[in-house]
């Protein structure tokens, strides 16, 4: 009986509930010593002294370092960008964000680190700050001097915007967004581990999501080959993104380790991490949409202003597939967008659970809904009237990609059935009716999404032992998404080999030297699809040898339950037994060679207190369709964390910096993370639309639930107090923004 | 500082400086790192043990204050990876766990409540573990876990359960 | 998150915490539940240099009955004060209050006379006590006095209490059948109230709304003069002064003054 598609309980499981999993803190490293980092509490300023001398004496401190002593080149990680926006590992000349390293402090314990750390002097001359992306764009006060601008990069900016794009629409509705600053906040903090071998190689273990990105980067930084690199992600707390490659920090740690001959190891408290880390989103939004008065949207124009941080990193490039993804499910005969990456004095950006895809669909489901009110249609029938039809994939949008697959109206179905949304709408205008202090609103987002992250292949091996056993091996690099389980599966489907007997194995760049690791949604439908194809090319091998052993004709041979068997009878070899005198291995490359597109529909039913401004989800209801689902389990559990998310963004979220540039959501009693005492169960509907680009016909469904779940939340509140005149309310909904929107509403058509 | 603490049943003396975390006696003094460090503001409950039965947060207590106690922390639940408490069982059943990191303290935490409340509803779970945070899971199947820990099923306070058949495969089903 | 070094000392009984801290109150913090004190330790925000450490006192966790009123040791445990019979009957607004406050690992630690004792004008009991024209009991070294809460507040994190002086008991009136209800605000369960406002007799307590915990005098005495109930909260935010936030800008939270007070009012005369 086959086991794709079934539920399968987790095989790492056991560990994780009885010794638990070994974070990079956790690891035993017997002598290492602690690293501490002074860090800047300004935005932006000049250095314009360091004094270690007390700190240097304090109890067990073996070293302190400034940058000056740091002979590593400052880097630029980000994929595009200035030139001469580079980071430095300490921080030498100036400081451009709050929580920047300035000193490392080396203890022989941990708590050693602090009392040491506020021995360090620094003094510092305060330069402005500039904190809004407006503010940076008109190169007022530069981050970086040298670099005689603020902007980062720019995507379209030297095509000019069609004054005509417009022309022919009956009704045209422009709208200022803002599409907020997250914190990833995944639960482990960052935290590396570095030992230099008497063999001259360097062991860092680090929390990545991308191992073997990790060791080419730091190598790079370190001015090392790649080959004395050995790194190794230990069992991985939450990425969400932000996780993606390596932080500068880890080349410090493994420098530092080296100068001092010691291990060295570095475990970020969760206030550091709230600057330190990534973060993501962070666009502000100009959305154009026009058309007809019978709902057939004719142009729509995405102008973003997107906030790098103050060093440039991967969310420099984001907006790029904003841009992708800007006409979404949407078939848009006019579609222009440009999008200009500038730099602040704020913590950097970079990946969070969506990329530049939750920003492109929740402008365009603003602007649809907008365009709704404006025209005086149902925002659900002008989606309708607008959504890419099922017989037209593959799809080439205006976007300039090439959709795969996708059938957006049966989606949009299935979610307002399962709602019964003509019951809600009914219940709603009850409501209003009466005037009741807890009104009901209804939101629908429809989307689409673009996967793989750039990065269209990988490698897998799969081998039998001669005890029956099974080792994968792959280049992803879970971090909860349950690869040991679900790879397990692929290879136990084609060689009958129980899961508990299939080891998976990850992450350490000397067992898989070469992989992509797990982002952008690409694990199953790149480095799964590997693990399939090893495992089919193994019973390929492994019958060929049994026809040599069983001396029996190849095509009468059939591989089950870990045996290869003569069709139709009992005469077998098991597999172990095939292993014995030469290894029975496969190794198996799979590059699908393009993204995929999974969709889906979300409908949020909030209820908002009008004299409180609270909303509350009281109910969503989802579809994300990935194509088919190999494990229901788990491919549900990873919708339901983004869908939280999602929620978490329209409702909860947002990191705030004052204009001189202080954070003041940087701990978990300010940020608002949500719990379970703040979200609803969630309703997942069933829905497998499948690609041609690989075997197994499967997409990505990491991110889909935070893309889907944001638009519709934020659509629902303001949904709730449309009645009241409200027609826009931006994320976080907080009940503060609702309140004042109702009070501005209510002002504004009492004035009129 | 002299301390004598019972975790997991294991008596031990140590000596250690005041302001020890009661998490960091746990994880580098005796060596039990299930028990993590997830936030430096009291909000994430990664830490949560029992202290004499109750679910307290041991990034907030003072190991010399947690002198004469018994602790109890995940390790210290079940019996072997094979044999796991009702609790961790039923996490593992309804995928209440992803990267792992605030499991050990959400077990506990709902070990506590369920001492409390044997037979919670489902708001009342989700209330009980207001003080554990996590970022992978959106609570959905960690409240299921809780549910059925408890004996209840989860689908019964689950108004639309969702559909147990994938599409796109064959179907089936496994343990 | 690693508090800066101190002394550690667990006297065996009130005598010897009150003897300790009279020797040592100006750079000597009491530890009781510690839910409110080590945060701001972790964070070094606080650096005492020798902790008192009274969490262990049974002298000091008790629910009892006494007269007409109902004493409260200070070191009882929110999670006490929660399930407690006694004041369920007797006092139903304080187990309403302490089981609001933060998470249920939170409310087995922290203690009701740490809760007062730290004046947090944003916690949920000092308003509670306030409302409840609760009784303060300080013990030093010389001798006992007892304040009444509305007496004890003097601005953030400040009261009466001298550094020699614990907080050893809270007496809180039998209130019984008399109206009751807390009202609190938040955006997430676990967070400290953008607004909260306690009801209980006739009486209004303000959470958040200045730099102390506030009575609402305005609307009491529009009560005690037989105003409705809409027209006596309409006066809830007179004479408060609340902080500016993230969470609300002066204007909500005096309109949130107002709504809760409303509510609470009603949540109280309908009981």
Known sequence: MSIMGTRVVRTEDPVFLTRGGTYTADLALPGALHLTLVRSPVAHARITSVDVAEARSAPGVIDVVTGAEVDLEPVKPAPVGHDAMLRPFLATDKVRFVGEPVVAVLTEQAYQGPDAAELVAVDYDPLPAVVDVRDAARDDVLVFQEAGTNTVFGFGLDEPFDEHLFDGCDAVVTAELVNQRLAAAPLETRAAAAQWGDDGRLTLWCSTQNPQASRDEVAGWLGVEPARLRVIAPDVGGGFGAKIGADPEFALVGWLAKRVGRAVRWSETRSENMTGMLQGRAQRQTVTIGGTRDGRVLAYRLDVLADAGAYPRLGAFLPYFTRSMAPAVYDIPRVESRARIVATTTTSTGAYRGAGRPEATAAIERAMDLFAVEIGMDPVEVRRRNLIPPDAFPFTTKGKVTYDSGEYAKALDRVLDAADYAELRAEQAARRERGDPVQLGIGVSAFVEITTGGAFAEDATVEVHPDGTVTVLTGTSPHGQGHATAWAMLASEQLGVPVEMITVKHGDTDLVPRGAGTMGSRSLQIGGVAVHQAAVELVEIARRRAADVLEAAVDDLEVADGAVRVRGTEVSVPLGRLAESEPLRTEARFDSGAPSFPFGAHLAVVEVDVESGKAVVVRIVTVDDAGPVLNPLIAEGQRHGGIAQGIAQALFEEVVFDPDGNPLTASFADYGFPSAAELPAFTLLDMATPTHLNPLGVKGIGEAGTIGATPAVQSAVVDAVAHLGVRHIDMPATPLRVWEAIQAARKSGESS | ?175 | MIPAEFDYVRPESVDAAVALLGERGDDASVLAGGHSLLPLMKLRFAVPELLIDIGRLEELQYVRLDGDEIAIGAGTRHSTLETSELLHTECPLLPAVARTVGDPQVRHRGTLGGSLAHADPASDLPAAALALDATVVLLGPRGERRVPSTDFYTGVFSSVKEPDELLVEVRVPRTGAAGWAYEKFTRRANDWAIVAVAVVDGRVGLVNMGPTPLRASATEAALARGASIAEAAALADQDTDPPADLAGTKEYRRHLARLLTRRALTTAHDR
Request: aromatic share 2%.
């Open chain 2, 1 to 175: 500082m002299k301390v004598h603490i019972t975790v997991n049943g294991v008596p031990a003396d140590a000596d250690v400086e005041p302001r020890l975390l009661l998490v960091h006696y746990l994880r580098d003094v005796l060596g039990l790192t299930a028990t993590n460090v997830g936030c430096d503001t009291t909000s994430c409950g990664a830490c949560t043990v029992l202290l004499d039965g109750e679910s307290v947060k041991s990034c907030t207590v003072l190991a010399v204050a947690a002198d004469g106690t018994e602790v109890t922390t995940m390790e210290g639940l079940s019996a072997s990876p094979e044999e796991l408490h009702p609790v961790a069982a039923a996490f593992r059943q309804e995928h209440g766990l992803q990267c792992g990191f605030c499991t050990p303290g959400m077990v506990m935490a709902a070990v506590g409540l369920l001492h409390e409340n044997p037979r919670p509803t489902e708001r009342e779970v989700r209330e009980g573990l207001e003080g554990n945070l996590c970022r992978c899971t959106g609570y959905h199947n960690i409240v299921r876990a809780v549910l059925r820990a408890s004996g209840q099923d989860p689908d019964a306070a689950d108004e639309a359960a969702p559909d147990l058949v994938a599409p796109g495969f064959s179907t089936g089903s496994s343990a």
